[in-house]
């Protein structure tokens, strides 16, 4: 398996612009994870989802934020419109049980989005 | 509330030697604590998972300790290689769903040749 796949890996954009980050999970895996992570806070959960639905969004920031699971294969992040405050890296992350007991959260390679 | 507190917050150590990593929590009622390396650019790895009753596990030259008495962690690395080079986050769950994690800042540890 190619392991969670995120693109794009880095992004650029400008304040007030939309911004969509994409992911796929490992397959079988039945959770998805996205992750803020920025040298202040460190990583931070956002959103989980369990079999395509989401099941806490209570870590997403604000209403600029919203992400959807259409299938088990992809998942996208969105930002709308997007502040310089928004810049750090992304993470997904998959997992075939809970993920937080005994099975193992798979990350992906981040996008790095960058808000200027 | 729930804290993961790790120490140090970075660390430079000579290549072939040893060092320990240390991490403190309040997180409640315990569920597991896990070791995660983060390599430069990529996204954390697993390197051990450790329950209420396990006090010591290795995997390689990395040994997670785990004293649930005194609430704390550590992670010891013996000889050091280069790619040893990294974060390393200590992640503990609470009892509860998938989203009862409390994640440390991790210490960013440096190997110089």
């Excluded at chain 2, 150590?13 to 604590?33: A, R």
Aim: proline share 5%; glycine share 8%; aromatic share 8%.
């Amino acid at each position: 398996d190619a392991g969670v796949i995120q693109s794009p890996r880095h992004e650029v954009t400008e304040m007030g612009q939309e911004v969509t980050l994409r992911c796929k999970p490992i397959s079988g895996h039945d959770y998805l994870f996205w992750y803020r992570q920025t040298m202040m806070r460190g990583l931070e959960l956002l959103i989980y989802f369990n079999n395509n639905v989401p099941i806490d969004d209570s870590g997403m920031p604000e209403d600029r934020f919203s992400a959807k699971m259409p299938n088990a294969s992809f998942s996208t992040l969105k930002i709308q419109p997007s502040e310089p405050r928004d810049s750090a890296v992304y993470f997904c992350a998959s997992s075939q049980t809970s993920g937080t007991g005994s099975g193992e959260q798979f990350f992906g390679p981040g996008t790095r989005l960058t808000v200027l | 509330k729930n804290q993961v507190e790790q120490s140090p917050q970075s660390l430079i150590i000579l290549e072939g030697k040893n060092c320990t990593l240390q991490c403190n929590y309040t997180v409640s009622p315990f569920s597991n604590l896990r070791w995660y390396k983060q390599d430069t650019g990529r996204g954390p790895v697993s390197l051990t998972i450790m329950t209420f009753s396990e006090n010591t596990k290795s995997n390689g030259r990395y040994t997670a300790t785990l004293d649930a008495d005194t609430k704390q962690s550590s992670l010891h690395i013996t000889a050091s290689q280069l790619s040893d080079s990294a974060s390393y986050i200590c992640v503990v769950r609470a009892g509860g769903g998938a989203d009862g994690l409390t994640f440390g800042k991790g210490t960013h540890l440096i190997i110089q040749p």
